[in-house]
Each structure stands twice: as structure tokens, then as C-alpha cells.
């Protein structure tokens, strides 16, 4: 029996179960999830270093790629490690705060990219739309207040749940069948009425994330009226292939997420390991392929990179050359 606080009723630890029904896959389970880990914290890590020791490279497309590179290093490591722990190691308890901590950035972390997956999105619109006001509109000031905005706006959406869920007495329910803990997954266990958490939760990821995905979509639908209306075929099929990618990114970065938040509320019928599973690739698989996609695609970056690991030039790069 877990040891409990006997007078508020809070676990002193909550268990984490993994992925309910595939215990026994575990091992296995986690071995896509490392690669793409590890996949993550070095392709971020590279892009990271050579925007910042890059001069050239302190434009603002590439600066958003900063603030993208940092959010994702936060968000897979907040969550993965502990899921791996559990795979791996059967590590399953963690404390009530160290889950409170969890839960906080992740939501934190998941909160700030969405803003800055939306301030991609504003720089590419201007930049394709009307190219003329670009410097004088993302100016170095407007970055800085972005990227201020951007945390501000995290830590403000997710400071309340902290005392929603410290309010609530538990009454010894401390088995969470998840790999980290979320919101509403903690607040489940309470053994009291939850509808400020419900309507919380639902209220600000509307008006914050739903609101950016609208903003994004409406961004998009006008860089691609732009691009059609192009007079080179080349430049569009170009234009669209950078676009398709972008788009695909951030879709498997939001319908897991959303799908995973709906199912906490009204998918009671869906079973649980696909929740689980669907809510650990928003963590993992779009931190991975953010680099790639917005990196590796990106001319002045991929010399950039090639130039770090290769500095004589003498490298072999099958499809950009013979030589890098």
C-alpha cells in the first residue's frame, strides 16, 4: 500500500502505469521512442549552436528556428526520460511534486511553441505576402517581445492548474495510467468535483492553442492564394513543397495533442493505449522533425551544419553533391 498524507489526503507519490495493455511491449516500445529522442536532442542542439554562433544567421526566420529548437528540447525532455525510466527500468512512482512539475512544463512548453509554430507562420506570410515591409516589420525589438510574449503567455495559462490540483484531496488514488502526467490525468484522481479543472482546461486550450491552429490555417490559406497567383511554375511548386512540409509538421504536432485533450473529456470509449500512445508522439515526433523539416531544407542552415562537421570540405552528402 503507497504511503499517504493522512490529513489532506494527497499521495505523497502518484504511479505512472506506462501504457495500459502493453506492459509487456514495453521493451520494445521504447526502443522507436529513444532513437527519436535522442534523434530530437541532437538535432536541436546542432541547430541551436549554429544560429547562435552563426552571425549571419541572426535573421528572424532563423531566430523563431531558435525558440522552436529550445521549445522542443524542453518539451521531449520533461516527458521522455520518465517514460523510458518506466519502460526500461520499471521506474513508475514519482512524487505528487514532481508530477505537479511535470505536468507544468509540459503544458508550459507545449503552450510556447504553439506560439512560436504561429510566429513562423506571421514571418513566413509577411515575407511571401508582402516581402517589401518585411525588415520593418519583424524588427529585432518585435522578435524580442515575441519570444517574451510567447513564456509570459505559458506561464500565465499554466500557473492556475498548479493550486486547481493542489486544492483537491485524492483520497489515496494514486494510479495514473500514463508515462508523465498531464492535467487532467492528475486531476482524474481527485475524489472531489473537478468542473473548475474541466472548464479551465477546455477554456484556454480554445483560446490559446485552438486560436493559434485558426491564426496558423488563416496564414497558410493566404500564402497559398500568393503562391498561386505566381507567374513560375518552379517558384510555386518550390513555395508549396516548403509549405506541404510546414503544414505536416504542425499537424502532427496539434491533432495528437487535441486528439489527447478531447479523449481526457469526451472519449470515454476509446481505449486507453491508443490515448497513450497518441499523446506520447506530440512530445517526441514533431521535436524530431522540426530540425529536418525546418532546418535541414533550409540552404543557409545545411552549410552551416555541413561546415561544422566538415570543415575541409571533403565530406561525401548523397543527393547535395559529391563534396559538401
Not at 39 to 63: C, D, K, Q
Not at 194 to 222: P, Q, R
Amino acid at each position: 500500500m503507497y504511503e499517504l498524507n493522512e490529513s489532506s489526503f494527497d499521495p505523497i507519490t502518484f504511479v505512472l502505469t506506462g501504457i495500459p495493455g502493453m506492459e509487456s511491449s514495453h521493451i520494445w516500445i521504447s526502443v522507436p521512442f529513444c532513437l527519436m529522442y535522442i534523434t530530437a536532442v541532437f538535432g536541436n542542439s546542432v541547430l541551436l549552436f549554429v544560429i547562435i554562433v552563426e552571425r549571419s544567421l541572426h535573421e528572424p526566420m532563423y531566430l523563431f528556428l531558435a525558440m522552436l529548437a529550445v521549445a522542443d528540447l524542453m518539451l521531449s525532455t520533461t516527458t521522455v526520460p520518465k517514460m523510458l525510466a518506466i519502460f526500461w527500468f520499471s521506474a513508475r512512482e514519482i512524487s505528487f511534486d514532481a508530477c505537479i512539475t511535470q505536468m507544468f512544463f509540459t503544458h508550459f512548453s507545449f503552450i510556447v511553441e504553439s506560439s512560436v509554430l504561429l510566429a513562423m507562420a506571421f514571418d513566413r506570410y509577411v515575407a511571401i505576402c508582402d516581402p517589401l515591409r518585411y525588415s520593418s516589420t519583424l524588427t529585432p525589438s518585435v522578435i524580442g517581445k515575441i519570444a517574451v510574449t510567447a513564456v509570459v503567455r505559458g506561464f500565465c495559462i499554466m500557473f492556475p492548474p498548479i493550486f486547481l490540483l493542489k486544492r483537491l484531496p485524492y483520497c489515496g488514488h494514486n494510479v495514473m495510467p500514463h508515462t508523465y502526467c498531464e492535467h487532467m490525468g492528475i486531476a482524474r484522481l481527485a475524489c472531489a468535483d473537478i468542473k473548475a479543472n474541466i472548464w479551465y482546461g477546455l477554456t484556454t486550450a480554445l483560446l490559446s492553442s485552438g486560436l493559434d491552429v485558426v491564426l496558423i490555417a488563416v496564414s497558410y490559406a493566404l500564402i497559398l492564394r500568393t503562391v498561386f497567383r505566381l507567374p513560375s511554375p518552379e517558384a510555386r511548386l518550390k513555395t508549396l513543397s516548403t509549405c506541404g512540409s510546414h503544414l505536416c509538421v504542425i499537424l502532427m504536432f496539434y491533432v495528437p495533442a487535441f486528439f489527447s485533450f478531447l479523449t481526457h473529456r469526451f472519449g470515454h470509449h476509446i481505449p486507453s493505449h491508443v490515448h497513450i500512445l497518441l499523446a506520447n508522439l506530440y512530445v517526441v515526433v514533431p521535436p524530431m522533425l522540426n530540425p529536418i523539416v525546418y532546418g535541414v531544407r533550409t540552404r543557409q542552415i545545411r552549410e552551416r551544419v555541413v561546415r561544422l562537421f566538415c570543415p575541409t570540405g571533403e565530406c561525401s552528402c548523397p543527393g547535395w553533391g559529391s563534396r559538401c
